[in-house]
């Protein structure tokens, strides 16, 4: 792998302020594929410098030329897909077929769809005797996590450059590579100088700077919920916007009309998927009593097949963790069908693909996020009693709802309370916002919501 031994600050690589460095470890072998700076507060400093100077020049570029410079970003991770895949693969061991898939094919999705949307969006509408204009918030820190490094990084940078503001970013520590490769796509668009900077580093280090930096005006941050509060914290003693996507726990609800036997496979699909290393997952299957015993039986034998797969998960520390709920889910007293603690292979972070049946709404795995290849199969009695257990943990991020007829599924999907809800197996929509209720996160991304967030409000009068 390739790796920059600087940071990409108005518009070139430059020198790191200190000679920390951050090591890259593929998760499948365990072996160091390359090496980062590990910025620190000067660092980030001069990022958010960068990034003021530059703001007034890109917040008054009209609209035509902020959407051809994403077009163009777009063009350019089409034509370096393959090394999109190839990287992500390396640092995250997410599979090639899954790589190729959804790692490198939903970012240039999500890129095109601002390019079209920067062109199109109403930046000025007429309200009575007002014009309303939307411009710009300023200079934004983005925190990307390491589950979905590209598809994080495009769903915020994206937005805010056809906004019209002006980026810091400092993705996860993880996965540091593929963001190096997006600020050399992003130069290579054109983007001028300034608008985009990349800090590689820790979290407590770098993303603690950024999002404490006066000099920022918006924190956009992805991760999880404890580490979201700190920066809510933080943001609103500066009286400073926050967008913040943070831990699910979501519930795929199979109603008795459903088809349980496609309901249940895809449901195992959706948690297996990326390693169990999705917010959105839905790791909590709710299943009628009087289905109950057959769903278990079919999603024990749905995930016997997902052994050789998976990919690891990003790190020991995260492996170690999931293993750990696993054994706490033994302990409360639910009962393994597939999977369990014990490493599945002698090298690299990996955890077997886990069910539980029996498990109760009050055991930490049902109530808990995990992050990992492991779900939770829970009965229920009736409709009410389902809609209790899925709106019964401190998430909303996310959810299923499974029913022979659509209107049936749809009407017990306005009841959740989540965020976004797919209907009977829904595709994937860029378009569509996302984002949570409850501690799941404040504010929308992706699509005209998600631009939204990176806009603030003037009211002319006449």
Known sequence: MKAHDGMYIDGAWRPADGRDTIDVV?????????????????????????????????????????AARLAALRDVLVERKDEIAETVTAELG???????????????????????????????????????????VGVVGAITPWNYPLHQIVAKVAPALAAGCTIVLKPAEDTP????????????????????????????????????????????????????????????????????????????????????????????????????????AWTRMLVHRDQYDEAVSLAAEAAAKYGDRIGPVVNAKQRDRVRGYIDKGVAEGARLVAGGPEAPREQGYFVSPTVFADVTDEMTIAQEEIFGPVLSILRYEDEDDALRIANGTVYGLAGAVWAGDEAEAVAFARRMDTGQVDINGGRFNPLAPFGGYKQSGVGRELGAHGLAEYLQTKSLQF
């Open 26 to 66: 593929n998760p499948a072998d365990e072996q160091v594929i390359g090496r980062v700076p590990a910025g620190n507060a000067l660092d980030v400093d001069t990022a958010v410098r960068a990034a003021r100077a530059a703001l007034p020049g890109w917040a008054a570029t009209p609209p035509a030329e902020r």
């Open 94 to 136: 997410s599979p090639p077929k899954l790589s190729q898939a959804v790692h490198a094919a939903v970012p240039i999705a999500v890129a095109g769809s601002y390019a079209e949307l920067a062109a199109t969006y109403a930046f000025e509408e007429k309200l009575g005797t007002s014009v309303v204009h939307h411009e710009p």
């Open 177 to 280: 590579l593929v963001a190096q490769l997006f600020a050399e796509a992003v130069h290579e668009a054109g983007v001028p100088a300034g608008v985009f900077n990349l800090v590689t580093g820790l979290g407590p280090v770098a993303g603690q700077a950024l999002a404490e930096h006066p000099g920022v005006d918006l924190v956009s941050f992805t991760g999880s919920t404890a580490v979201g509060r700190r920066i809510g914290a933080t943001a609103g003693a500066a009286v400073k916007r926050v967008a913040l996507e943070l831990g699910g726990k979501s519930a795929n609800v199979i109603l008795p009309s459903a088809d349980l036997a496609r309901a249940v496979n895809v449901g195992v699909a959706n948690v297996m998927s990326n390693s169990g290393q999705t917010c959105s």
